[in-house]
C-alpha cells in the first residue's frame, strides 16, 4: 500500500486559513484519485474533498466546505494540498488523505473507497 503522510494543520481563529498538503512514499501519487476527510471526536470520518489522477482532474467537496476549500496538485512535488479558507469552528477535526487507484465517481467522498491512509493531522479551529 502506498504510504501518506499529512502535514499543515494548526490552531487557527475562526475566518483563517490553512492549507494541508499531502505527499507520498513513491513519486506516483498522481496516478491516484486523492480524498481528503476529517474526524471530529465522537464522529464519524467524513469525506471532504477529491481529485481525480492527473490526466481526469474532476473534483468534488462536501457541501459543507463548497466555496471555502480547493483540493488541487502540484504536479511538480506529485503532492496534493487542501486550501481551507473562512474556517469555522466545526471545520475542528483531524484531516486525513487517502488514495485510491482508480476513480470512484460519485463515491469518492466515500472513506470506503480508499485504501492507503495517512496518519492525519489536527486542525482547531479556535478564538
Known amino acids: 500500500q502506498l504510504q501518506l503522510v499529512e502535514s499543515g494543520g494548526g490552531l487557527v481563529q475562526p475566518g483563517g486559513s490553512l492549507r494541508l498538503s499531502c505527499t507520498a512514499s513513491?513519486?506516483?501519487?498522481?496516478?491516484?484519485?486523492v480524498g481528503w476527510f476529517r474526524q471530529a471526536p465522537g464522529k464519524e470520518r467524513e469525506g471532504v474533498s477529491c481529485?481525480?489522477?492527473?490526466?481526469?482532474?474532476?473534483?468534488n467537496y462536501a457541501d459543507s466546505v463548497k466555496g471555502r476549500f480547493n483540493v488541487f496538485r502540484d504536479n511538480a512535488k506529485d503532492s496534493v494540498y487542501l486550501q481551507m479558507n473562512t474556517l469555522k469552528p466545526e471545520d475542528t477535526a483531524v484531516y486525513f488523505c487517502?488514495?485510491?487507484?482508480?476513480?470512484?465517481?460519485?463515491?469518492?467522498?466515500?472513506?470506503?473507497?480508499?485504501?492507503?491512509w495517512g496518519q492525519g493531522t489536527q486542525v482547531t479551529v479556535s478564538s
Open positions: 481529485v481525480e489522477s492527473v490526466g481526469g482532474g474532476h473534483t
Open positions: 513513491a513519486p506516483v501519487l498522481h496516478y491516484y484519485t
Open positions: 487517502a488514495a485510491n487507484a482508480g476513480y470512484p465517481g460519485d463515491a469518492c467522498l466515500n472513506p470506503n473507497e480508499y485504501n492507503s
